[in-house]
C-alpha cells in the first residue's frame, strides 16, 4: 500500500522557470511532511519540511504548499537553476513513527 | 561529526553469494533505518531499530534478508543468498527520536549492490 503518491516522475524545466511536484497522502494522522533532495552518488538530504497547522512554508527559491483538505501537498522551485537538478522526494510521517517517502521526481534543469 | 557512514561503496558478487553491508550511525542518534532504492519502487523502507530493538521490519522482502544491530554505533544487513533482483542502492539513515521536534533523517552514502 502505498500511503504518499508523488509525481510526476520526471520533470524538465528551463532554467529560470518554475518546477512543481506534487505528493498526495492517505493518512490524516501524518503530522510531518518533509521534502528530500537527492544528487547523484549521494544520499537524501532533508531540503525543507511543513507541518498541518500552516498552509505554505517558504525557504529561499523553495515553498511548500499544503492543501489539508485535499491531504495534498507540493514544492515550488523558484527560478530553477541547472544546480537544482536531482531527484526530490516527498514523505510524511506521524510522531516518531517512520517517516513513508513517495517514489521520487527525477528533475533536470535545461541551462 | 562524519555523518553516518556506510562500507562497502560498492560490491559486485555472484548469485548465490552473502552480502554484508555495514552502517555506523550518528553518535547520539537512538534510531536507526534501512531503505532500498531502485527506479521501479523508489525509497523502500527496509526495517528501522529504536533503541538497538528491531521495530518494524514488515519491508524485508524475504527470509533472505536479515538485519541486526548489536550496539548503538553499528548495524548490519545481510542478504544470503543473493539474488540478481536485490541488486539496488541500500541506504543507511538515522535519527534522534523520542522528544520533541521531528525526526529528520541523515542518510549515508548508500552500498551499491550488484549480483551478478
Known amino acids: 500500500q502505498q500511503q504518499v503518491k508523488q509525481s510526476p516522475q520526471s520533470l524538465i524545466v528551463q532554467k529560470g522557470g518554475i518546477s512543481i511536484i506534487n505528493c498526495a497522502y492517505e ?42 483538505s485535499a491531504k495534498q501537498f507540493s514544492l515550488h522551485i523558484m527560478d530553477s537553476q541547472p544546480g537544482d537538478s536531482a531527484t526530490y522526494f516527498c514523505a510524511a510521517s506521524k510522531g516518531d513513527d517512520k517517516i513513508i517517502f513517495g517514489k521520487g521526481t527525477r528533475l533536470h534543469i535545461l541551462p | 561529526d562524519a555523518g553516518v557512514i556506510q562500507s562497502p561503496r560498492h560490491e559486485v558478487t555472484e548469485m548465490g553469494q552473502e552480502v554484508t553491508l555495514r552502517c555506523k550511525p550518528i553518535s547520539g542518534h537512538n ?51 543473493s539474488e540478481p533482483r536485490d541488486s539496488a542502492v541500500y541506504f543507511c539513515a538515522s535519527t534522534k527520536t523520542g522528544g520533541a521536534g521531528a525526526n529528520v533523517l541523515t542518510f549515508g552514502a548508500g552500498s551499491r549492490l550488484t549480483v551478478l
Open chain 1, 27 to 68: 493518512n490524516t494522522a501524518f503530522d510531518y511532511f518533509p521534502w528530500y533532495q537527492q544528487f547523484p552518488g549521494k544520499g537524501p538530504a532533508l531540503l525543507i519540511a511543513i507541518r498541518p497547522d500552516v498552509s505554505e512554508k517558504k525557504e529561499g527559491r523553495f515553498t511548500i504548499s499544503f492543501n489539508k
Open chain 2, 31 to 81: 534510531s536507526l533505518f534501512w531503505y532500498r532504492q531502485t527506479m521501479m519502487r523508489g525509497l523502500e523502507l527496509l526495517i528501522y531499530f529504536n533503541n538497538n530493538v528491531p521495530i518494524d521490519d514488515s519491508g524485508m522482502p524475504e527470509d533472505r534478508f536479515s538485519a541486526k544491530m548489536p550496539n548503538a554505533s553499528f548495524s548490519t544487513l545481510k542478504i544470503q543468498p
